[in-house]
């Protein structure tokens, strides 16, 4: 680029006019080299090409700097508005839906107010007006040192029991049914000898030192003719018998006679202890009449291993071994009480 040159102090006017020549001259020089790196400046991109550096072989890069010069750099990340751009392919606004879910904040009445919120992790007051909480809610949490494993539970209002020991004070102190016979057990009088009338096995530990069994059933007893002969009926444990009623004489004529059985055996105090009792009585279906036909009563003791298996029974024996003469057990119900 042309410089304009120093006019120097001079006598002569012919060289001032020369040196002043040469100075315009070179300002116009300046001017059209401006002129033609910006090349028409009605054609922005065309003067900015002028300017800038090379685009050859640089395309995807964009402008940058040192400090100190210009040069294309290629870019770090994609741009965000070339990635909004690739991203969105369609956009449809459609009209509102009632249905929908409506936008969450406090107005919403879905979603607990910061009031409630406290309200619910406890920091908070309940109050008639508070719809999420209903009462303090450290009031009803459980503190883990009140927790009991006691199997024997108590009075304690304090105290809360665990599952196991629910579960356990319920089996040791409710009773439950250790089986129901559905078949008739029948007794059928053919000789004079003893035989079982039936038979109910009881497991082992059952009865403990303090635990009981309790049998019910319903009886009917037939009678095909007149007799007179007895009837010898014994309440036994284990080889053991527990009540003998004894020879019962009878003076009855044909018929049936119906009634309830019940018994009773219990652990007195000890695994190898027990007492047990045996009531039934037999009248007739006649409305009105109460005769007792057969009426037996009584109680007694045993002194068998509880902590084994062993049968509960009764037994029938006929002094004249009359046939036909027929005991029924209906309904064999057998409980276990703690």
């Known amino acids: 680029m042309s410089t304009i040159t120093t006019i120097l102090s001079t006598d002569r006017i012919t060289d001032s006019r020369a040196v002043i020549n040469t100075n315009f001259s070179n300002l116009n020089s300046d ?21 800038l550096p090379s685009q050859t072989s640089n395309s995807g890069k964009v402008l940058g ?20 751009v690739q991203g969105i392919t369609a956009l449809t606004v459609a009209a509102a839906d009632p249905a929908l879910p409506k936008a969450v904040g ?17 920091t908070g007051t309940p109050s008639s007006s508070n719809k999420y909480v209903t009462a303090d809610t450290d ?25 196991n020991a629910v579960k356990v004070y319920v089996d040791n102190n409710v009773g439950e049914k250790l089986s129901v016979v559905t078949t008739d057990a029948t007794w059928v009088n053919t000789d004079t000898n003893e035989r079982t009338w039936f038979s109910i ?33 014994k309440l036994k444990y284990g080889s053991t018998t527990i ?20 018994i009773i055996l219990v652990g007195a105090g000890s695994t190898s202890a027990q007492e047990g009792s045996i009531s039934m009585k037999l009248s007739t279906d006649k409305l009105g009449d109460l005769t007792y036909f057969v009426n037996i009563a009584g109680t007694g003791t045993a002194a068998e291993a509880s902590g084994g ?15 036909a003469d027929t005991f029924t057990a209906s309904h064999i119900i057998v409980e276990k009480v703690r």
Not at 73 to 84: I, Q
């Open 309 to 323: 298996t062993l049968n509960l029974l009764v037994t029938i024996q006929d002094g004249a071994g009359n046939s």
């Open 31 to 51: 001017k059209s080299e401006k002129a033609n790196n910006l090349s028409d400046l009605t054609v922005p991109n065309t003067a900015l090409n002028n300017i």
């Open 243 to 262: 009540y003998d009623a004894g020879a019962l004489a009878q003076t009855g004529t044909s018929g049936t006679y119906k009634g309830y059985l019940e």
């Open 106 to 122: 406090d107005n919403d009445p879905r979603v607990p107010t910061q009031a409630e919120n406290d309200a619910l992790v406890g």
């Open 139 to 163: 009031a009803l949490k459980e503190l883990l040192a009140n927790k009991s494993t006691t199997t024997t539970l108590g009075t304690s209002d304090t105290l809360y029991p665990t599952q």
């Open 201 to 233: 096995s009881i497991p082992a530990s059952t009865l403990s030192t303090n635990n009981a069994v309790k049998v019910k059933a319903f009886v009917s007893y037939t009678i095909t003719g007149s007799s007179t002969a007895t009837k010898q009926i």
């Open 65 to 84: 700097t040192d400090g100190s010069n210009t040069s294309w750099v290629s870019p770090s990340g994609s741009p965000l508005a070339t990635n909004l």
